[in-house]
């Protein structure tokens, strides 16, 4: 019989994407754009096609002409190849993988290599659908996010990741594809609904509490300035959250997830579920403000955090102006147990392994558990309610 030999293998993989944050990214006069695709010093002119969310373009109808016009005032780097192209914004466009397949075609059919890019103007949930059809043709082309929301900005897009939702499952089907770039334009922040602008609040919340004990106390204190929308604030804290992200994807020693440890998503075991049972009507911020207070009442009853520490989340969210309590979270099966904590299986099998979820210890750090005791989460979840009620 012949002896088995193994041929040992490990390639170190480096990556490298500046985050830029600017106004007005497609002014003329503004250098960011063409500085970043150009900024390989590559001696050519870079072809590229851009991908723009549907609500953005209404609000701003003439953006897809200054885009154009960009291109064309730097003709000696850049080449637009197609027409903007303008897609359903919000989440529906990660609900139809049929669209997948179609920016898939158009980057196909526009000629696209793996040196063109895609610049992708939207909402977290347009960078998740068309940054995978980006990461799939030709193995990966080159992918430039622009951002338009809070959250897009100080969280998902800053990210190694996208993904659609696929057969009832929340980001069922993705890649981890970090971007060639991402340039943070805050001006797109003036548009939005005051429902998104509050959204990567949440986030913003979710990561101070396990990461960043100053910054969770600057969130409160600023906590009515953020439904006032108060802009110069809101930069502050698109800046500090991104960083946060960008600085635990550099150093936590797991970008690409391999382990089963997810610590960023403290608070979305519930917030993933409760987003699916809504059939998506409460967004993802919206449900994650709601996931981080229910995790963290699960925390102080566990003597993770102090009452004191509670207290201070539930008054940061709640003069943030959240809603915290959705008649999802009541919803139960026929056995009686609540629908919700489905949501810890379906986490558990996104990350494979043994169930692990993060959980605050003290304000500032965190902790893994690979259990939830059930009961103590019922209690948790009436909590919840209670609070929510009595405002
Ligand atoms: N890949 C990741 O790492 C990651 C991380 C966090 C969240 N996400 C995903 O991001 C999605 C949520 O992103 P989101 O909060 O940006 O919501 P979203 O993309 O659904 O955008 C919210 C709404 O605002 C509209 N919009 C976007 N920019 C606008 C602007 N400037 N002016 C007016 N309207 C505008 C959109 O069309 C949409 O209707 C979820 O699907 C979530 O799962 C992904
Ligand atoms: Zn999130």
């Known amino acids: 019989m012949m002896e088995a030999r193994t041929v040992r293998q490990r390639i170190d993989v480096k990556w490298d994407f500046p985050v830029t944050f600017t106004h007005a990214v497609f002014a003329p006069g503004n250098p960011a754009l063409v500085e970043t695709l150009h900024r390989l010093g590559e001696n050519r002119r870079h072809r590229a ?8 373009a209404s609000a701003l109808p003439l953006l ?3 885009a154009t016009a960009y291109f064309a005032a730097h003709p000696q780097h850049l080449e637009l190849v197609a027409e903007p192209q303008i897609v359903p914004g919000g989440e529906a466009v990660k609900n139809d993988f049929g669209l997948v397949e179609k920016f898939m075609r158009l980057m196909i059919e526009a000629h ?5 890019f895609v610049i992708i103007v939207g909402g977290g949930a347009v960078m998740d659908a068309v940054g995978l059809a980006a990461a799939l043709v030709h193995r990966g082309l080159r992918q430039v996010r622009v951002p338009t929301t809070v959250l897009g900005q100080n969280d998902a897009g800053v990210g190694v990741k996208n993904g659609v939702n696929f057969l009832g499952g929340k980001n069922a089907i993705g890649t981890f594809a970090p971007p060639f770039a991402v340039l943070n334009d805050f001006d797109f922040l003036l548009t939005l609904p005051d429902r998104d602008w509050l959204c990567g609040v949440a986030e913003a919340f979710k990561v101070s509490i396990i990461r960043d004990r100053a910054f969770f106390d600057e969130l409160v204190a600023s906590a009515e300035k953020y439904p006032a929308r108060d802009f110069a604030v809101m930069q502050a804290l698109v800046v500090r959250c991104a960083e946060i992200h ?8 797991d970008p690409f997830e391999y382990g089963r440890a997810r610590p960023l998503d403290f608070g979305h075991w519930s917030a993933h579920k409760l987003e699916l049972l809504s059939s998506f009507r409460i967004s993802h911020g919206e449900a994650v403000a709601s996931g981080v207070l229910l995790d963290s009442i699960y925390a102080a009853r566990k003597s993770w955090i102090t009452e004191a520490e509670l207290a201070a989340i539930r008054e940061g969210l709640q003069r943030s102006g959240f809603r915290l309590w959705f008649a999802e979270l009541g919803q139960r099966e026929t056995d ?16 494979g392994g043994e169930l692990t979820v993060t959980f605050p210890r003290g304000i500032g750090a965190r902790h893994e558990v690979h259990e939830i005791d059930l009961a103590l989460m019922e209690r948790a979840l009436q909590e919840l309610e209670a609070f929510a009620s009595s405002r």
């Open 336 to 351: 009686g147990t609540r629908t919700i904590f489905g949501g810890l299986r379906d986490f558990q099998e996104h990350l």
């Open 64 to 66: 897809a002409k200054q």
């Open 49 to 56: 096609m851009i991908f723009m969310d549907g609500q953005v």
């Open 246 to 253: 960008l600085e635990h994807i550099r150093t936590g020693g």
């Open 112 to 116: 696209l290599d793996r040196q063109s």
